[in-house]
C-alpha cells in the first residue's frame, strides 16, 4: 500500500500533505481526492451562503461555514467537507470541524453525485444535532430538502418548479429556487 493511502487517523490526516493544492476527504481511514468545483456549482453554493448569512445575521452566534469540516459520528477514521453547513456553536481558533451542524449543504455535480447521496448523505443523517439537509443539483433546478422528524424519521421534499420556496425551519428562512440558481445558465454550463 502506498504511503498516500495509508490508512490513518482523523489527527494524522489533519495534518497530512501531498504537496499539492488538492482537498481531499477522509473515508474509513483514506484520503479521498475531491473533485474541484466549477461554474454553476460555486455560484449556486455562493447563493446559498449569501442567503443563510442574511438570515443569521440577527443570530449570533449562529453562522455559516464553507467548505464545512464534517466529522463522522464515533469514528476517528471520517471526515467530510460539506458545500455549507450551518452551526450555532461559537467559533473557535485552530477548529477544523463544524461543531452541532444544524444544516448541512451538498451542490451536486455530475461528479460528486453518487458519492454524496451514497456515502456522506447516510452519515450526515446519523449526526444527532443535523435538522435539515440540503441536496441542490448544480446543472438543472431540483432541491431535495431532508428534514428530521424524530430520531428514526426523515421527510425528504422534491422542490422542481421555478416558483418554489426552499423554507427551512432550523434557521429559519425563505429562499425562491430562482434566487438559489440566480445567475446560472441552467442547462449550457457544461462544468456543473
Known sequence: MSEAFKRMTLDEFLVWSD??????ELIDGVPVAMA?????HQIVASNIARHFGNALDNRPPCHVRSEAGILKPNS???YFQADLAVTCTP???GQYDTPNPL?????????????????????????????????????????????????????????VEPEAVLRLESIPVEIPLTA??????LGHDPQG
Open 180 to 185: 438559489l440558481y440566480a445567475n446560472v445558465d
Open 19 to 24: 504537496g499539492t493544492d488538492t482537498r481531499y
Open 36 to 40: 474541484p468545483s466549477h461554474g454553476a
Open 76 to 78: 476517528f477514521r471520517g
Open 103 to 159: 444544516v448541512i449543504v451538498e451542490v451536486l455535480s455530475r461528479s460528486t453525485e453518487e458519492h454524496d447521496r451514497r456515502v456522506k448523505l447516510p452519515v450526515y443523517r446519523s449526526i444527532p444535532s443535523v435538522r435539515e439537509i440540503l441536496l441542490v443539483h448544480s446543472d438543472t433546478l431540483f432541491v431535495e430538502l431532508h428534514r428530521r422528524l424524530d430520531d428514526s424519521r426523515w421527510q425528504c421534499d422534491l422542490l
Open 91 to 93: 467559533h473557535r481558533h
